[in-house]
């Protein structure tokens, strides 16, 4: 199953998600958005590598706006802290609430090449929803 | 969207009509061929939507060269009430006060044509750019307040150039009641690595010649004349700017339901004007504009330097002189005449440049003869615009006009298009030299991802917004 694939949108990136469960559709968010930014976002890493576990909680008005509070704090991640996500899963997914369980390392120029640099996750466009073969969302990024 | 019913006003405007939730009707500014453009994107729709803010004043605008974006169209301006009225940190953008910079020398093409590759490679290895790109000044906590408060200003006193290049930057390079108190830790983090820099997308350095004078006492005035090697530079407040807008977003959609205001779209996210959630956005909206003109004033600076050890020219031979600097992302509490009343409303431009005309107190004492200089980047091929604002565009578009060509292709598209194609070489066919941090970036900003720039800026020009002064044509770019 495909996690997510690109939309056309003018002047900025457009996303769509997919997951069989909605812990899975946020999970797969924020893999399609470090799969964006950086080639090979998922790189092999070795042991005793520098790699970091990170949890955190992330709050929202309603599903939609916590997908966009979730990405928005992965973004930081990167773009504040230099961290690159390398696998993640959602422990916990309400509608106004999800704890995330991340495993990122230190950005390294000469591991990770940036393809496009993501300015922000916008609300325009944004929809999270179940479908039939499980839950669909569409992001539009500012790039 | 071609369901959304435009009327034709005359030949470069179009009347979007008022219906359902609007509150005033929108304008967008367009010819024939930009008009059929429009059928395929969603900013006709995103047109509407701003007009459903509340205060909006007289009309929800959009320039010719506006194309979808997410909340507001880019290419878009709207002017709200102090009292009744919002302010949207998506109206404004994440990149606040993204905007150019246009460089003026005393060199002509014959000067810098055997020395082109090693000039423009010289640039590219000083000027830092390309995605998290790191610059040479590395501000403590007091200086980042200061540069924060002060703008371009702070820029100056720190040696980055004279103060002379304040006096033709737009509001002095700096906008007051900036109040670094109201930036997040996390915005400020982010602007301490990159004050000097580039950034990536569609952000540029441009070498280019003028080639063409339409008006020749307005070129005169500024400092314009026909072979002239001009440089433009085309950036932002990177990601201090990105953040400050990101922070305020999330803060406005979280207390959205409290201002009773209902939204077409989220991303329009906002508040009244008088609440103090408002202010602060504008305070910390300022910080970040002023950082983009202390940026642009060092990579000025840098770009100084480096003509003048690459060409072994004296500052003297060189003379380069800021002809203006305009910002293109903002909203700004500017006064205009509304029902013959004067008043003071604030002024969004999403993707617009302001452009006041002839004998407006704003415009530079050098140049009120003719008015405020309006810098039009177009394409990497199709070169760029300096126009001069005209008195329509005080009474029709709040002292506004565009400000670039628009894009038409997605960034997915282009790089369809662009696929098995070198745009490096086909720009060299047409002789413009460009070096870029990746091929990605060249893919998605090939000539043909944009609007014809000459169209865009024919339809201002026929409107009386703003008149052509020249025409610059691109000789070499550098891309982040």
Same mark, same amino acid.
């Given at each position: 199953m495909k996690t997510y694939e690109l939309f056309d949108h003018t002047a900025d990136l457009g996303l769509e998600i997919y997951g069989r469960t909605k812990k899975e559709l946020f999970a797969n968010a924020a893999l399609a958005l470090f799969d964006m930014m950086i080639q090979d976002a998922r790189p092999p890493t070795k042991r005793g590598g520098r790699e970091r576990v990170k949890t955190r909680t992330v709050q929202g008005a309603d599903v939609a706006d916590l997908l966009v509070n979730f990405l928005r704090e992965l973004l930081y991640w990167f773009n504040g802290l230099g961290w690159v996500l390398n696998r993640g899963s959602i422990l916990m997914c309400g509608n106004k609430k999800l704890v995330a369980q991340c495993v990122v390392e230190p950005y390294n120029p000469k591991r990770h090449m940036v393809k496009t640099e993501i300015k922000a996750v916008t609300y325009h466009g944004l929809s999270v929803q179940k479908i039939k073969s499980g839950w669909k969302a569409r992001v539009i990024f500012d790039v | 969207m071609s369901e959304i019913g435009l009327e034709k006003l005359d030949d470069n405007r179009w009347l979007l009509p008022q219906t359902g939730a609007m509150r005033v009707p929108g304008i967008i500014y367009a010819n024939e061929k930009i008009r059929d453009l429009l059928k395929h994107d969603e900013s006709t729709r995103q047109v509407a939507n701003v007009a459903h803010l509340p205060g909006i004043v007289n009309f929800s605008l959009a320039m010719p060269d506006v194309h979808w974006g997410y909340g507001f169209p880019i290419g878009g301006v709207a002017a709200f009430d102090l009292e009744t009225g919002v302010v949207s940190p998506g109206g404004v953008g994440y990149d606040i006060n993204c905007g150019c910079r246009l460089m003026a020398t005393r060199l002509t093409f014959p000067d810098i044509r055997d020395r082109l590759k090693e000039l423009t490679e010289a640039l590219y290895r000083r000027i830092p750019s390309g995605v998290g790109s790191t610059g040479y000044v590395k501000l403590s906590g007091k200086d980042q307040k200061k540069v924060l408060e002060e703008g371009a200003a702070w820029a100056v006193r720190a040696g980055y150039g004279t103060a002379q290049d304040l006096e033709t930057t737009e509001d002095g390079g700096c906008i007051g009641g900036a109040d670094p108190e109201k930036v997040s830790a996390r915005a400020l983090e982010r602007g301490k690595q990159q004050l000097g820099t580039l950034g990536s997308g569609n952000h540029f350095l441009e070498i280019e010649a003028v080639e063409e004078i339409f008006d020749e006492t307005a070129a005169r005035v500024f400092g314009l004349h026909k072979?002239?090697? #001009?440089? =433009?530079?085309?950036?932002?407040?990177?990601?201090?700017? /990105?953040?400050?807008? *990101? *922070? /305020?977003?999330?803060? =406005?959609? @979280?207390?959205?339901?409290?201002?009773?205001? %209902?939204?077409? *779209?989220?991303?329009?996210?906002?508040?009244?004007? $008088?609440?103090?959630? !408002?202010?602060?956005? +504008?305070?910390? =909206?300022?910080?970040?504009?002023? /950082?983009?003109?202390?940026?642009?004033?060092?990579?000025?600076?840098?770009?100084?330097?480096?003509?003048?050890?690459? +060409?072994?020219? $004296?500052?003297?031979?060189?003379? =380069?002189? +800021?002809?203006? *600097?305009?910002?293109?992302?903002?909203?700004?509490?500017? @006064?205009?005449?509304?029902? !013959?009343?004067? @008043? @003071?409303?604030? #002024?969004?431009?999403?993707?617009?440049?302001?452009?006041?005309?002839?004998?407006?107190? %704003? #415009?530079? %004492?050098?140049?009120? $003869? #003719?008015?405020?200089?309006?810098?039009?980047? !177009?394409d990497m091929g199709s070169g760029s615009y300096v126009l001069a604002g005209q008195a329509k565009a005080m009474d029709e578009t709040f002292g506004s006009a565009c400000h670039g060509a628009g894009r038409v292709m997605s960034r997915s598209q282009a790089i369809r298009s662009s696929r098995g194609r070198s745009i490096s070489r086909e720009l060299a066919d047409r002789g413009v030299l460009v070096m870029a941090g990746s091929k990605g970036t060249l893919g998605e900003e090939m000539p043909e991802a944009y609007k014809n720039v000459h169209d865009v800026v024919d339809v201002i020009h026929q409107a009386g917004i703003a008149k052509k002064v020249a025409k610059l044509k691109s000789i070499a770019c550098i891309k982040g």
């Open positions: - | 072979g002239q090697i #001009v440089i =433009m530079i085309h950036t932002g407040s990177r990601g201090l700017g /990105y953040q400050i807008c *990101d *922070d /305020y977003l999330a803060l =406005m959609v @979280k207390h959205q339901t409290e201002t009773g205001i %209902a939204l077409p *779209d989220r991303q329009l996210a906002c508040t009244y004007l $008088s609440s103090g959630r !408002g202010q602060n956005y +504008l305070a910390a =909206m300022a910080c970040g504009a002023n /950082y983009a003109w202390a940026n642009r004033q060092i990579l000025m600076h840098l770009t100084r330097e480096v003509l003048e050890k690459t +060409l072994r020219a $004296s500052p003297r031979e060189l003379g =380069m002189r +800021l002809v203006y *600097d305009v910002c293109h992302n903002i909203a700004k509490i500017e @006064k205009f005449s509304v029902a !013959g009343q004067e @008043k @003071k409303l604030c #002024v969004h431009r999403k993707g617009a440049t302001r452009a006041y005309p002839a004998g407006h107190e %704003a #415009v530079p %004492a050098c140049y009120r $003869s #003719v008015g405020q200089p309006v810098l039009i980047p !177009g």
